[in-house]
């Protein structure tokens, strides 16, 4: 694997915001089901990998450091896509509402996005006010990531699936 570098914590989140928004358009204008399911595929690894840096390390780290209420939003943001998330892994493109469901999701994915990262009062930008070594924190989601990324290779899946994510609580 090869090694990536990142200037800091949010660096890496918005890397990982643009490699799935690029997938979510790729399966928007995918015409094979093959294509579309590889690429759903990807797109729920990806998002899992990305959820579970957040809510391990990231959110975390800002606790207390900025507003609660951001915080509060991006994890219930996270718990409805994980039940999108595992609707499209258990079905195919042939589903009813399959593609609908990968469009809800992208939609869903990109709001939370646009909270994340909305200049003056977003999350990053009062991530950076905050009194936090983002570099370091950055080394530490980098090297989970990397973990969740072998288990996901390791099981066959296009990018990584983790195991280590419980997406819905029974």
Do not use: W
């Not at 959820?51 to 207390?64: D, K, L, N, Q, W």
């Not at 219930?76 to 990968?102: Q, T």
């Amino acid at each position: 694997m090869t090694k990536e570098t990142y200037s800091d914590a949010i660096a890496l989140l918005k890397a990982d915001h643009r490699t799935v928004e690029d997938l979510f358009e790729k399966f928007e204008n995918s015409k094979s089901d093959t294509a579309k399911q590889r690429l759903a595929q990807q797109i729920c690894t990806e998002l899992k990998i990305h959820t579970a840096i957040e809510e391990e390390i990231f959110y975390p780290a800002f606790r207390g450091k900025i507003e609660d209420d951001l915080l509060d939003e991006a994890y219930v943001e996270h718990d409805g896509a994980k039940v999108l998330i595992n609707d499209i892994e258990a079905g195919s493109p042939a589903d009813d509402f399959y593609d609908a469901k990968v469009k809800v999701l992208s939609e869903e994915i990109k709001h939370h996005v646009h909270e994340e990262e909305a200049r003056g009062e977003g999350m990053f930008a009062q991530c950076r006010k905050a009194d936090v070594d983002l570099k370091q924190l950055g080394d530490q989601m980098l090297a989970r990531k990397q973990e969740l990324m072998a288990e996901a290779k390791a099981n066959g899946l296009p990018v990584a699936v983790p195991t280590a994510v419980n997406l819905v609580m029974a």
